[in-house]
């Protein structure tokens, strides 16, 4: 172990910039209320401290995906904070909702009815938010569930009707006329619906304009760092840096083949670094012979990785750092895998896949650490 006590792989979580988002996305959504996805371990980058974070911050509507996940989050944010659970009761658990102070998303008749009969068994109105799906099939109540709950008078009974919500599947390409045709169908949808606040926006619907904020927003990538308008800039302050440490550097005499399957072979004589990252840590194996690495002294040196990733490491070729006259770096240096010269989003696209899944890959092997550069 180093004596700052990690080895292979290291992720640092930078609260104050995660804070900060919030405060950007919360400036450009007002009036709108800006509320916070921190489902699937707030995107792998840890439900407690991001979630405490974003509630000194001043966010106090969070979404989560599962009823466990919601559990997991009332003891880490008080009880002045709301928590919607989007994928709603799975059957039976109802009662865990109001155990845990949770509010289910309705997505279907049968949760809505699976909520209405707690609320007759308690003899209250219980509150909950209903999602109506306004294009894009996933989740949420048909066209014909809300002609079922609008002519049936008692089909609402006992629901005391929070947020009515959907969601966008394209709002990250502003010009898809997808985000005109959902807009227009939530409005209608909604209208036939017990009046109460709407929301439609996560990261990408924020930029899409003031039309698609309603009451509340929902983002989730923005907050981390992600950006919502690929093709254009990054608004967002990047929140991760990954970094891995040199555990031998090499000679690879020309001819001879780097790694699994033999798929590098030195043109030349070849300085390589092995670094203490692999698969195994949640890094994606599909960089091997396309990522790049950099030296946080040299960050505007790229340094290609060879040959396929290893479960517990991967190889580095050294030689743009000899050519440009930089000593070749001891065991124990360390590199940026993710970080402010090698983005989240251009890693992600470069493994053929997007932050989202970069970023909620990450594994628990990394010595992860949590700073606020505010506190000093
Ligand atoms: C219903 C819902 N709302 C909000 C979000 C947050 O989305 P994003 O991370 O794109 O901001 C998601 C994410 O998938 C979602 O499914």
Known sequence: MEKDGWEGGRLLINLAAIAAN?????????????????????????????????????????????????????QCVGEDSRIFVLHG?????????????LLPVLNSLPQVQEWQALAHAQGRMLPAA????????????????????????????????????SHLACADAPEHPLNQR???????????????????????????GQDWHFDLVRPGAALYGINPTPGRPNPMHPTIRLQA??????????????????????????????????????????????????????????????????????????????????????AGAVFDLIGPHAPLDEIAFLADTIGYELLTDLGHRYHRLHYDPRKG
Not at 89 to 101: D, K, S, W, Y
Not at 132 to 161: K, P
Not at 297 to 308: A, E, H, M, S, T
């Open 245 to 330: 440490r040199v555990i031998q550097t090499r000679l690879v005499p020309a001819g001879a083949c780097v790694g699994y399957g033999a798929t590098f072979t030195a043109a030349q004589d070849t300085s390589v670094a092995l670094l203490g990252i692999g698969y195994g840590d949640g890094f994606p194996r599909s960089l091997g012979g396309r990522g790049f690495v950099v030296s946080p002294d040299w960050p505007d040196i790229k340094l290609p990785i060879i040959g396929r990733i290893s479960m517990d490491s991967l190889a580095v070729d050294l030689t743009p750092l000899a050519t440009a006259g930089v000593p070749l770096p001891p």
């Open 130 to 165: 209903l999602q109506v799906d306004s294009g894009m099939s996933r989740f949420g109540l048909t066209e014909a569930d809300v002609e079922h709950l609008t002519t049936h008078t008692q089909a609402l009974t006992g629901l005391d009707v929070v947020l009515v919500m």
């Open 89 to 101: 009761p799975p059957p039976g658990t109802a009662n865990a909702f109001l155990t845990h102070a």
């Open 182 to 208: 959902q807009l227009t169908t939530f409005l209608r949808l909604k209208q036939r619906l017990p009046a109460a606040p709407a929301s439609l926006a996560a990261s990408s619907g924020i930029f899409l």
């Open 22 to 74: 919030y405060a950007q996305l919360s400036a450009l959504a007002g009036p709108a209320e800006c509320g916070a996805a921190v489902k699937a371990n707030a995107y792998g980058l840890g439900l407690k401290e991001v979630s405490q974070t974003l509630h000194q911050a001043g966010c106090r509507t969070f979404f989560v995906a599962h009823l466990a996940e919601g559990v997991a989050l009332r």
